[in-house]
């Protein structure tokens, strides 16, 4: 129901939003009393309308205004549509009817029909197990291929430990070591190498182990990107990719000033470690997932990442070994040199050279090329594998999850804890996160395994947030497990400091973003701008891991190596740029008339210093040109 009123001439019908009856004779507009007519009633006075005219009577203002308001009860009933409306609309929030199963009831299928699901549902589980076998399997190789382009590079920028002491240096090393190898794992490793031969001490490691930390996420953020295809689980999955990232460098932007201040990470592990009696175990070492990849792995690559660790300790020159196995069992070649000593013939065994006795197995094993051109090889086949894998994971749990399966799915993994207890719901996620990282016994599998499960809505960005934060446990609990392991009595020590380090700097970052809610909600924040910039700027992403993982570190390493005098010059006003950035932005939200007039917004500045819409037109005609280049050679 609906009457006519005469409005101000200064309101316009779009502001309506806050219109309420009060009494019979007047109708509240934005807070002004306004008076109205319905038809058969006199009660409409002088009025000034939108045309400027003036109505003394109801007959000519039925005549002349056609303006429709509606009364409070009816507005009620559209806001509440509205609402509805928005909230469907939410990119973040998979409707339930999103999920709705188009296929017949159980009930109304006959016997064939039922055994027929029953058949296609089993051989449903049977592709996503391969699928997902193949998924983990080209993430495998597609980190060997990382190894092969940079894993000389990485080895060569840790072998300088006068470089070292700068704490920066260290930082940036480690996350441009780890983005390379694609496993944090193999970068404590080497560092523990390092350090059991005194080339590195425990506290200078803090930094790269830090760095790893933020490494590590690649993997997952490179995952996210084959979900481009639809907008809004593109939005999704890569915001589930980037809260990893962002909990991380948020954590080394609070806790490595605190370390270098302070060394309360060196201190309180080095404090454990002298009290630890307990001996290496050989027996811990259990890697579930290598086991179950390796056979398909082995026979497309297979390396030799302990060279990696000798040119950190500058046991070879780079420009002398090949990471590539080729020969999986030599032996040494011995001969006897006699000589005399102090007027006595003494004979010794030397080593004259190596015997090759069996080739390896694998696809590379007879090829001459070199280690960037296998490489290069590698990570664009497993790229693209990876991609159609994940592409096809993505359709086969769409196609799983609907109905009432993908509501209960959604339910129990999005649940919280009932009444008092449901503020422990966070914490119960970040153990299963721990413990499924621990069974992976890779953070960089669980989490790439997550994201398309973000995508698709099943698991929330909220839920995911925990999850993410217990795969940062458990891969430290891997090390440690490795660290354990270790035979050599300082090997354990030293990997179970470093160790340490890792596990108790993941758990000072959960202390500082997870409990409160406030300081929580921050990560998640960011990450669901950057999906929302990736959602509309589809190139963002790409962009987004080449500035954070290489562009970036890169740089700031290479301040680091001119002097500590460039990286302050440099450094210091960027800092103080991005904070003031950032102070505004947040005020300009939040409040605005705090600020002065030209600062309540970024148009003052030029389009390109505060949009990405000049870049975007920009990579438009490039990719315009590109197709047409292509267009005319084809043709």
């Known amino acids: 129901m609906s009457d006519r009123i005469c409005l101000p001439k200064h309101y316009h019908p779009n502001e309506g939003k806050s219109i309420g009856c009060d009494g019979d004779s007047e109708q509240k507009i934005n807070g002004d009393a306004v008076p109205y007519s319905k038809p058969g009633e006199k009660k409409l006075s002088v009025f000034q309308c939108h045309d400027n005219a003036v109505y003394h009577d109801e007959e000519s203002y ?22 509805e409306e928005e909230v469907h609309s939410d990119p973040w929030n998979v409707m339930n009817n999103d999920l709705k199963n188009d296929e017949p009831n159980w009930s109304d299928l006959s016997i064939r029909g039922k055994v027929k699901r029953l058949a296609l549902g089993f051989l449903k589980i049977i592709l996503l197990a391969a699928l997902l076998y193949m998924f983990i ?102 915001a589930g990719a980037t809260v990893h990232d962002c909990f991380n460098w948020l954590s080394v932007i609070i806790l490595l000033p605190l370390e270098v201040a302070t060394s309360y990470l060196y201190r309180l592990t080095g404090a454990i470690v002298g009290t630890t009696t307990a001996d290496a175990n050989e027996e811990l070492s259990v890697d579930f997932l290598k086991v179950i990849t390796k056979p398909l792995t082995n026979l497309i690559i297979q390396l030799d990442k302990k060279l990696i660790n000798d040119i950190a300790l500058g046991v070879v020159e780079s420009e002398d070994v090949s990471l590539v196995k080729r020969w ?19 004979t010794e065994e030397i080593t004259n050279g190596t015997i090759y006795v069996e080739r390896c197995v694998h696809i590379f094993a007879k090829t001459t090329l070199n280690d960037a051109v296998i490489g290069a090889i590698l990570l664009i086949v497993s790229l693209s594998f990876m991609m159609a894998c994940l592409v096809l994971l993505v359709k086969l749990l769409q196609s799983m999850l609907k109905g009432n399966i993908a509501k209960l799915t959604k339910k129990v993994i999005n649940a919280n804890f009932p009444g008092k207890l449901s503020f ?76 340490l380090c890792h596990f108790f700097f993941n758990i000072s970052g959960i202390i500082l973003w997870y409990p409160v809610p406030l300081c929580r909600r921050i990560p998640i924040k960011l990450a669901k701008m950057l999906g929302n910039t990736t959602a509309k700027y589809r190139w963002f992403a790409s962009l987004y891991i080449l500035l954070v993982f290489f562009l970036l570190p890169g740089v700031v390493f290479a301040l680091s190596v001119a002097g500590w005098q460039y990286l302050v010059a440099f450094g210091v006003p960027f800092l103080a740029l991005l904070v003031f950035v950032i102070t505004v932005n947040v005020l300009q939200s939040k409040k605005p008339n705090c600020l002065p007039r030209i600062l309540r917004n970024w148009d003052f500045l030029p389009l390109c210093l505060h949009s990405l819409e000049p870049l975007d037109r920009l990579i438009s005609k490039l990719r315009h040109m590109c197709n047409c280049f292509s267009c005319r050679h084809s043709t």
């Not at 039925?62 to 609402?83: C, G, K, R």
């Not at 947030?465 to 795969?471: E, F, I, M, S």
């Open 328 to 346: 999986c069992e030599t032996e040494d070649l011995y001969i006897n040199v006699t000589r005399t000593v102090n007027g006595s013939v003494v």
């Open 137 to 238: 399997c080209s993430l495998d190789v597609m980190g060997s291929a990382f190894t092969l382009l940079g894993g000389t590079a990485a080895g060569e920028a840790v072998s300088d430990s006068e470089l070292l002491n700068n704490p920066i240096a260290g930082l940036m090393i480690g996350v441009l070591m780890t983005a390379l190898l694609q496993s944090s794992s193999t970068t404590t490793s080497i560092i523990v190498s390092m350090v059991a031969s005194d080339i590195l001490g425990v506290q200078q490691s803090v930094p790269i182990i830090m760095g790893a930390n933020i490494g590590t996420s690649v993997t997952n953020t490179i995952v996210a990107m084959g979900q481009v295809g639809e907008r809004d689980q593109f939005r999704r999955a890569f």
């Open 62 to 83: 039925l005549q002349h205004v056609t303006i429709i308001v509606p009364f409070a009860e009816d507005i009620h009933e559209s806001n509440a549509s509205t609402n």
């Open 424 to 499: 422990l719901t966070g914490y119960f996620a970040i153990l299963v996160g721990a413990g499924l990282t621990m069974l992976l016994q890779s953070s960089s599998v669980f989490t790439s395994t997550l994201t398309p499960l973000v995508g698709v809505g099943v698991v929330t960005l909220e839920r995911t947030y925990p999850l993410t934060l217990g795969a940062n446990i458990g891969t430290t609990i891997t090390g440690l497990l490795a660290a354990l392991a270790s035979a050599d009595s300082k090997d354990f020590q030293d990997g179970l400091q470093i160790a």
